[in-house]
T-cell receptor, first 115, second 115 residues
Framework: DQQVKQNSPSLSVQEGRISILNCDYT??????FLWYKKYPAEGPTFLIS?????DKNEDGRFTVFLNKSAKHLSLHIVPSQPGDSAVYFC??????????????FGQGTRLTINP | DSGVTQTPKHLITATGQRVTLRCSPR?????VYWYQQSLDQGLQFLIQ???????AKGNILERFSAQQFPDLHSELNLSSLELGDSALYFC??????????????FGPGTRLLVL
């Protein structure tokens, strides 16, 4: 039962253009969503997050959009840079009990930015 | 650098053996989480400790156990190792204040190879 899905295993984008990474979830109890970036041989690095009470959050070149009715979120990177080439993971959480939080991750999307 | 440290970086061992992975959380973080990433898999939540107590459990095998010590560092013990246990093991930490949606910060991971 995969509660968080990233249906595109890979994405290739031209440098300077917009990269759009998508994520779908099934559990309506999720109330916090995060995007992580991962380079080979390193741990995931936090990029940006969004609470379920919002539909958009922006941080520099990164914007996350949340569509609760569609159970869908997306990460926009504008403009895309070669250093953005990495695997991007979408993650969702729901507080199980107070102070207990587990993240459910998607399978990841490998983004390649072409010069 | 997330501030989360993990040792060792690499571990090679044989089937049937027992290993211990170590994690030190970011300064001030009370909660530690363990995740497993197998080949071609997303990150799977294993277990969470908060201030020394187990707080949430995921898909953790009975052969695996964890603990969090008074200085808040955590250890993940893997015993009776099988070939399928070969994976990347990540530790993450967060402040884990009750009722807040929080970001987890990940360490660089330990790569375990069981031969």
């Amino acid at each position: 039962d995969q509660q968080v899905k990233q249906n595109s295993p890979s994405l290739s984008v031209q440098e300077g253009r917009i990269s759009i990474l998508n994520c779908d979830y099934t559990n309506s109890m999720f109330d916090y969503f995060l995007w992580y970036k991962k380079y080979p041989a390193e741990g995931p690095t936090f990029l940006i997050s969004i609470s379920s009470i919002k539909d958009k959050n922006e941080d520099g070149r990164f914007t996350v959009f949340l569509n609760k009715s569609a159970k869908h979120l997306s990460l926009h990177i504008v403009p895309s840079q070669p250093g953005d080439s990495a695997v991007y993971f979408c993650a969702a959480s729901a507080q199980i009990i107070q102070g207990a939080q587990k993240l459910v991750f998607g399978q990841g999307t490998r983004l390649t930015i072409n010069p | 650098d997330s501030g989360v440290t993990q040792t060792p970086k690499h571990l090679i061992t044989a089937t049937g053996q027992r290993v211990t992975l170590r994690c030190s959380p970011r300064s001030g973080d009370l909660s530690v989480y363990w995740y497993q990433q197998s080949l071609d898999q997303g990150l799977q939540f294993l277990i969470q400790y908060y201030n020394g107590e187990e707080r949430a459990k995921g898909n953790i095998l009975e052969r695996f156990s964890a603990q969090q010590f008074p200085d808040l560092h955590s250890e993940l013990n893997l015993s009776s190792l099988e070939l399928g246990d070969s994976a990347l093991y990540f530790c993450a930490s967060s402040v884990a204040l009750a009722g807040l949606q929080e970001t987890q910060y990940f360490g660089p991971g330990t790569r375990l190879l069981v031969l």
